[in-house]
């Protein structure tokens, strides 16, 4: 097994560089741009935060964009969201059946591990490389404070950050479950779960009648403008992606032990 995560994280890594450092450097850049824009900030808040529903999906209306942290929550937040969701759903959509879509299968079958051990160390390396992802981007927001001499919100900071990664977890064990049934590339299918995901979100903020429904996306619990307004949670967000996690990935683990696999 050990030997299987060793080669998924090489194979993976590259992908992984890529996709942590464009998005680490996206929202840097966004944090940079904050101070060559912080002189009309002020007017441009006032507009935003009244523009009805378009404030109200971006949380242009609880946060000021004057400030670096309302900045950071309504900008950066976008773009780590859709990024970082992305990223979890190319990752786990094609990690079990790229064995038979590649036929690289006829060599891992024929090794003395069992399905089981296959699945947990695919989705071990797809765990990894998630906290990896995070953790890279957290630095790269981290040096845009420091180098605008800006106090970082450090509480709702670490709660984003922490929250990002358990919706992408959740995404990933989607997109796992589904890679355990297919045995060809579904990279579409993957990006437009996590589109589909955020969209449904956006939307919910903006439609009364889906408020009380946004807990069943994953993006309910990890919005920025909530988490850095102080706003609560329900905590049937929390619970619905605990359930949705456990049973993608038990489905992964009993469908993938149970198919007939191609070599």
Request: proline letters at 2%; hydrophobic letters at 50%.
């Amino acid at each position: 097994m050990r030997t299987i995560l060793i080669r998924e994280i090489k194979l993976n890594f590259k992908s992984f560089l890529i996709w942590s450092i464009s998005v680490g450097l996206m929202g840097l850049s966004c944090i940079l741009l904050y101070q060559s824009m912080e002189g009309d900030m002020k007017d441009m808040a006032d507009m935003f935060s009244n523009m009805g529903a378009f404030s109200d999906a971006f949380g242009m209306s609880t946060l000021s964009i004057a400030t670096l942290k309302g900045y950071f929550a309504t900008e950066v937040g976008t773009v780590h969201g859709l990024g970082s969701a992305m990223f979890a759903a190319i990752l786990a959509i094609d990690i079990l059946s790229k064995e038979e879509d590649k036929h690289t299968g006829e060599f891992l079958f024929s090794l003395p591990v069992s399905r089981t051990r296959v699945v947990m160390a695919k989705g071990i390396c797809v765990a990894i490389l998630l906290v990896l992802f995070t953790a890279i981007c957290a630095v790269f927001y981290v040096a845009g404070f420091v180098y605008l001499k800006e106090e970082l919100p450090a509480g709702e900071f670490t709660s984003f950050m922490l929250r990002q990664l358990l919706m992408n977890i959740e995404i990933a064990a989607i997109c796992f479950g589904i890679s355990a049934i297919s045995g060809k590339s579904k990279m579409g299918m993957g990006l437009g779960i996590a589109l589909v995901f955020y969209v449904y979100d956006l939307i919910g903020r903006v439609v009364p009648d889906l408020k009380d429904y946004l807990f069943v996306g994953p993006y309910s619990y990890a919005n920025a403008s909530e988490i850095f307004s102080g706003a609560e949670t329900a905590a049937g967000a929390f619970i619905t992606a605990a359930v949705v996690i456990l049973c993608a990935t038990s489905f992964a683990f009993v469908c993938y032990d149970r198919r007939d696999l191609a070599s």
